[in-house]
């Protein structure tokens, strides 16, 4: 699966300035080894999960807009059609609600994800440079023996 990962749109390789360029670290601080689509917000989810928190909000104005309705036109004999619908819009808002949550959700998880994958890139490279460091104190102690 490592193999299949681009590694060319490196922070470092991606920002390269020149001397008259001004660079914002606040946004994209420079990282080695990490890639810049590792440091970019799930803008996407953010928005699935304000939209659907926003249908659920409407799906309860709507829900008071009509027991309002049902009340004024029909009085006490509206009250069993309005609860089998008030009950059917709340839960229906409800999961509406809850998806929006599973969104944010999913953007922890990504972060997550993506946490682990910068530590192990970091925890490979770092085995690597000691794997030759060892290898080269074996080779000068054998010779010198």
């Known amino acids: 699966m490592a193999d299949q990962r681009r590694t060319s749109d490196l922070v470092g390789e991606v920002r390269t300035t020149q001397k008259g360029d001004k660079v914002r670290d606040e946004e994209f601080p420079e990282i080695p080894g990490v890639r810049s689509t590792d440091l970019e917000p799930y803008v996407g989810l953010r928005y ?15 829900l008071v807009a009509e027991i309002v309705t049902g009340i004024t036109t029909q009085g006490s004999a509206a009250l ?5 619908e008030a009950s059917r819009l709340i839960v ?44 080269a104190p074996a080779n000068i102690n054998s010779r010198s023996a």
């Open 92 to 135: 229906l808002a409800g999961a509406l609600w809850g998806v929006g949550d599973l969104a944010i959700l999913m953007i922890d998880v990504g972060h997550d994800v993506r946490a682990v994958r910068v530590y192990l890139s970091r925890q490979t490279q770092a085995m690597n440079g000691q794997d030759r460091d060892r290898s």
């Open 80 to 84: 069993p059609t309005l609860l089998g």
């Open 48 to 62: 699935l999960s304000k939209l659907f928190r926003l249908i659920a909000i409407i799906l309860l104005l709507l």
